[in-house]
């Protein structure tokens, strides 16, 4: 079996090196990906194993910044062992190498709901081919350096003359460690907000149905795939699909509804949090207000600008609870938030602000 493995140059000067435990059932996978790893001088496999018991084992003496975990393991399976490995080493990042957990399936969804980071699949252990280092590694890289912000500004003042409209609706923009941080903050809900809810979270298209069930079982409100033409209700969550932005018409009295939209963002972004929330911005006005949870790149500053200027206001995850401080990070560097929280208690804060504005 032969492959290519990608030679990285070194910048240990602004990175450190990053330890990684891989766990899959594997001898061959377990080799391969050690060599990849070691390749590129950003990376030290600290432990290999085969058994997720065997890695909670070493993770309760050892700390590692990143885990590169199967699914389908002899014992405890990969899915089960992770809310203990996330408990034990709730630093690291965890990104699921699997075969069985493809992209669009029930169990990725499941998987990134529990607090992984990424999903990627694993080729079977004789056809690793010159594209799936490469591929292993850029993916790595932009988990650990695609959320660099500015530096952050302090929280934007709403002035009182600005602050008179209650909240009519509220817009919630994630990517990497989303879903996760969705459940934490649907958790925080203690009554519902009686406003409706769109929800933009970068996935596939294929990932819809599975995000939307899971979801579903993670809060009492209605959740939904948004609908072109359907009319908003109080308290449903109308998720974006994988490929259509979410955005809003405003009919005869005052009635709004969904318009999607299939084009994407100028950064490249289907969906995409901009145009939701510039949407929100211009039919709400001074009611709209946006919540940013992690993700990578700039997706929501841009239309967290327009909801802000329009009167609103803005919320984001603060950074220590972020997989990916990039979404988050970059609203929080313009200084566009008026609260930096963890995700659950968000949407006490947002119920508070929505009732009494000033």
């Known amino acids: ?4 493995v990608p030679i990285m140059a070194s910048n240990r000067d602004e990175d450190r090196v990053l330890s990684t ?17 070691n390749a590129d001088q950003r990376f030290s496999v600290s432990h290999k194993t085969n058994s997720a018991e065997h890695a909670l084992a070493y993770l309760s003496e050892h700390e590692v910044d990143l885990i590169l975990l199967d699914i389908e393991l002899a014992g405890q399976s990969g899915l089960m062992a992770l809310p203990a490995i996330l408990r034990i080493n709730p630093r690291a990042k965890v990104v699921i190498l699997s075969g069985n957990c493809e992209e669009g399936s029930a169990a990725a969804v499941e998987a990134l709901a529990l607090g992984a980071s990424d999903i990627l699949a694993k080729p079977g252990s004789g056809s690793f081919g010159e594209h799936f280092p490469q591929a292993l590694i850029d993916r790595l890289s932009r988990l650990f350096n695609g959320g660099a912000a500015p530096v952050m500004r ?21 990517s990497t460690g989303g879903i996760h941080a969705l459940g934490q903050l649907f958790a925080g809900l203690a009554a519902p907000l009686g406003v409706p809810i769109l929800l933009t979270q970068h996935l596939p298209a294929s990932f819809t149905h599975y995000f939307v069930q899971q979801l579903g079982r993670m809060t009492a409100l209605r959740v939904k795939v948004a609908e072109q033409g359907e009319m908003l209700a109080p308290d449903i969550v109308y998720v974006a699909p994988g490929d259509a932005n979410l955005q809003l018409r405003q009919g005869l009295h005052g009635r709004v509804s969904v318009m999607l939209n299939a084009d994407r963002t100028p950064a490249g972004n289907l969906p995409g949090v ?10 709400y006005g001074g009611g709209a207000a946006g919540v940013v949870l992690t993700g990578m790149g700039r997706d929501g500053t841009v239309g967290a600008r327009d909801i802000v200027a329009a009167g609103g206001w803005i919320v984001v995850q603060d950074q220590p609870s972020s997989v990916v401080w990039g979404m988050p990070g970059s609203i929080a560097g313009e200084g566009l938030h008026c609260a930096l929280l963890e995700p659950h208690a968000i949407m006490d804060f947002v119920a508070r602000r929505g009732k009494n504005r000033n």
């Open 274 to 283: 901009d145009p939701m929330f510039a949407s929100m911005a211009h039919v």
């Open 21 to 37: 435990l891989i766990v899959d059932d594997s001898v061959v996978v377990r080799t391969v990906i050690e060599r990849i790893l």
């Open 154 to 174: 302090p929280p934007l003042r709403v002035e009182p003359e600005q602050a008179a409209l209650p909240l009519a609706c509220l817009g919630i923009g994630a």
């Open 1 to 4: 079996m032969t492959f290519h």
